[in-house]
């Protein structure tokens, strides 16, 4: 039994004999004295209701039953989701505060993931800014606009880490790393839940899914993952470990199963390590309906028989699929649970609801005077260039000069609802600065044929239209990609090209010998092999948000430069999926100067000519652009890597440093990324893992040291035993601009 369970145990003993001797002692932890107070006194009906998370669906706008209220006034519903309406909001929140027996408050949820009112790119492009205070600042924004409206708890940070970019949902992943993806973890949280979660802009967070739903084969939502405990451990559990650690006061399980439990129902995910080893003493809470579809996963017999799985497994909450509600009774009553494990379950919510401060100001306070503030917009708008991330730029056509003559062209230049991307039903597209609204309000001297009416429009009927503009133009701007709804939940897509006749038009417009900058709005990578060379610049801008256009302006006039670095390789074609950076080396890795291209082989070659290697015969074994990739408006050349030492012991430090010059000649900046691998361990290790990032910024020609500080602990890693630890030998060390750089060292722990 961990300590933190002894002292929660020996507080409940305690405060028994305070309130049993009412002698006036030196008051024990006043939450967990009123959590037991509440506990000892409330129905078994109200401790039923705290498990209970009611919802709408988002798009329900009617009349409040009077049956919800009522269920309400008697203590039967703990939170709600997606209740947008503030009258009601209020009004249950008083039914709740005054009428119930225990007068213990709700907690209003929503999904804010990036951005309630002022939306934010979406998290994969948060993630490309590879920038703490990205995240930290739009999640603040997010709690400070979404808390005036009651929402005090968000389904948020999404912390999946995802190698498949067919997966829907990699749109909301921090992307592909454990490292990048735990800094944006506690930055989130920091961002969303505030410095004081009484305060009444505190939104508390949400660590979500646990456990491993980017790991669903093919890339398909909601499909099987199966995960071995070393990569569980050292690749899909990081981000939600420090979750932890950064005090999210809620979790919640994912739809899948991981190994053959669905997470719902795993007690050794919500049990052994979330609460044993973790020590988290928040709540969780399903997913929607995930507790009752573990009978098509093959996991529970009936609803009852799920109910008793999670409840046993140490769910706390419900999301809509009202099991508990219904047969946690029968289970007491048939000895399957026991009422000191429901008194556990509510404790957890009980005791989040009194960190909140909810009993003492349960109502919420309206500054929706805040919502677009300026100031908001201004962070959104740096947030679009700080992700966005140019992947071409040949002869460095951008950036254009101010009187450039544009034609712009495509099915995103003017669309302020897909622009937002996936999960922003709060966001008002009335408020979205697209591209067009931009050039107009600056005067830049364009003409505007989209061409295609939307991202997936495959009518060629307005290419001539397009065409004709093109011609009279100097450089050809194409903004598409994908509309919102073609990422995010249940969207993933087997063939993640650019939808539609979008690379058509794009061939079209490339007869015309003008030059054509790609700006790509999408919740994924997207493949551009058919018309990479069809274009002179690329650039990635996710779905930016509210503001998209002032942000894009900027990057392709040079008044800021596009500072975004991939948060995901980016693959050349979907059958190579999943890719990513960090992977195994096998036992037969590429030797590029034997790979023979599928179109070379000889015809009649002999069966073991082509060199038994890991790679694809057509596409070969590359991505089209790698993990930490990404272009600015200067250049940088990173010196030789210098180490303090050669040879690392037991509690040393190795400090790494590289000279980073900027050889161009306009101020920009870098992220500067330190890479290691354990050439030899007690299991196979990746070709390598991020260890540390530092973005720098520099004149032309100035030269900064950039120093990392390397530890045998950064070192270690979990094997299939539990065993962290890391065995003397030879290490790699590589500090660059993105994962593939050469700049290597070698170093060794003995
Ligand atoms: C959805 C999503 C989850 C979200 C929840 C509530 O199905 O999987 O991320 O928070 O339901 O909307």
Not at 535 to 556: C, E, F, R, S
Not at 678 to 698: M, S, W
Request: hydrophobic share 40%.
């Amino acid at each position: 039994m961990n300590n933190l369970k002894q002292h929660r145990i020996l507080l409940c003993i305690f405060s028994i004999l305070i309130i049993s001797c009412e002698t006036h002692t030196q008051p024990v932890d006043e939450i967990e004295t009123k959590v037991n107070e509440l506990l000892t006194t409330m129905s078994l009906d109200e401790k039923i209701g705290q498990l209970n998370l009611r919802g709408t669906s988002s798009r329900v706008k009617g009349e409040l039953p009077d049956s919800l209220k009522q269920a309400v006034r008697d203590g039967k519903i703990g939170a709600f989701l997606n209740v947008t309406n503030t009258a009601y909001v209020d009004e249950l929140q008083r039914i709740a505060v005054e009428e119930s027996p225990h007068k213990i408050p709700l907690i209003f949820a929503r999904d804010v993931i990036h951005g309630y009112k002022t939306i934010f790119p979406i998290p994969l492009g948060i993630a490309a800014s590879w920038d703490t205070e990205v995240a930290e600042n739009s999640s603040r924004i997010a709690a400070i606009e979404a808390s005036s409206f009651g929402i005090r708890w968000t389904f948020a940070p999404m912390l999946d880490i995802a190698r498949d970019s067919r997966w829907g949902r990699i749109a909301e992943s921090p992307g592909e790393d454990p490292f990048l993806a735990a800094k944006l973890s506690e930055a989130y949280i920091k961002g969303f839940q505030g410095k004081n979660l009484k305060d009444p802009t505190s939104m508390i967070a949400c660590a979500k899914h646990f456990i491993g739903y980017g790991a669903a084969i093919g890339g398909r939502d909601y499909n099987t993952a199966i995960i071995n405990d070393a990569l569980l451990r050292n690749v899909y559990l990081p981000p939600f470990k420090t979750a932890v650690e950064a005090g999210s006061q809620t979790f919640m399980t994912a739809f899948n199963e991981m190994n053959g439990i669905p997470a719902s129902g795993d007690k050794r995910l919500l049990t052994h390590i979330l609460r044993d080893e973790y020590n988290f003493d928040g709540f969780v809470v399903s997913d929607w309906d995930s507790v009752k579809e573990m009978i098509p996963h093959g996991f529970a017999e009936d609803l009852k028989h799920a109910a008793e799985i999670s409840l046993n497994a140490g769910l706390n909450m419900e999301m809509t699929s009202k099991t508990f509600e219904t047969y946690t009774k029968t289970l007491l009553d048939e000895g399957k649970i026991t009422i000191s494990q429901i008194d556990k379950l509510v404790g957890d919510i009980l005791r989040v609801k009194l960190k909140m401060g909810l009993f003492e100001n349960p109502y919420r306070e309206d500054k929706s005077s805040n919502l677009y503030a300026t100031a908001h917009l201004e962070k959104a708008k740096e947030a679009v260039i700080k992700s966005s991330v140019l992947l071409k730029n040949n002869q460095n056509i951008l950036p254009l000069a101010a009187n450039t003559k544009l034609a712009v062209i495509g099915p995103l230049a003017n669309q302020p609802r897909e622009q937002l991307g996936t999960w922003t039903f709060d966001g008002d597209g009335k408020f979205t600065q697209t591209p067009i609204h931009t050039f107009q309000s600056k005067n830049v001297t364009f003409n505007y044929v989209e061409g295609l009416s939307h991202s997936r429009d495959k009518s060629a009927a307005n290419f001539s239209k397009a065409m004709s503009v093109a011609k009279t133009s100097d450089v050809i701007i194409f903004i598409g990609g994908e509309e919102a709804i073609l990422s995010g939940e249940a969207h993933s897509r087997a063939d993640i090209n650019l939808p539609g006749a979008q690379e058509d038009l794009i061939k079209e417009l490339a007869k015309t010998g003008k030059p054509i900058v790609l700006i790509i709005m999408a919740g994924r990578p997207i493949t551009v092999g058919n018309i990479i060379n069809d274009v002179d610049a690329i650039l990635m801008t996710w779905h930016p948000g509210t503001m998209g256009g002032p942000a894009i302006y900027d990057m392709i006039f040079g008044e800021d430069e596009p500072q975004g670095r991939l948060p995901v390789t980016w693959p050349k074609m979907a059958g190579q999926l999943p890719l990513f950076y960090n992977h195994k080396n096998t036992g037969r890795p590429v030797i590029p100067e034997e790979f023979v291209q599928l179109d070379s082989i000889p015809i009649g070659a002999w069966q073991s000519s082509l060199g038994n290697t890991s790679h694809y015969l057509d596409v070969g074994y590359l991505p089209q652009y790698p993990f930490g990739y990404g272009l600015g408006y200067t250049s940088f050349s990173y010196g030789k890597i210098n180490l303090t030492d050669t040879i690392i012991s037991e509690n040393e430090e190795l400090i790494v440093s590289v000279k980073v010059t900027n050889t161009g000649e306009r101020a920009g900046s870098d992220i500067v990324q330190l890479y290691v691998q354990d050439v030899a361990g007690r299991i196979t290790r990746p070709v390598k893992e991020l260890k540390g990032f530092q973005k720098v910024t520099l004149q032309p020609n100035e030269t900064k040291t950039i120093h990392f500080t390397l530890t045998i602990d950064d070192l270690k890693y979990y094997d299939n035993q539990q065993q962290l630890s890391v065995e003397k030998g030879t290490f790699n060390v590589w500090v660059g601009a993105h994962s593939a750089t050469q700049n290597r060292a070698t170093f060794k722990y003995e």
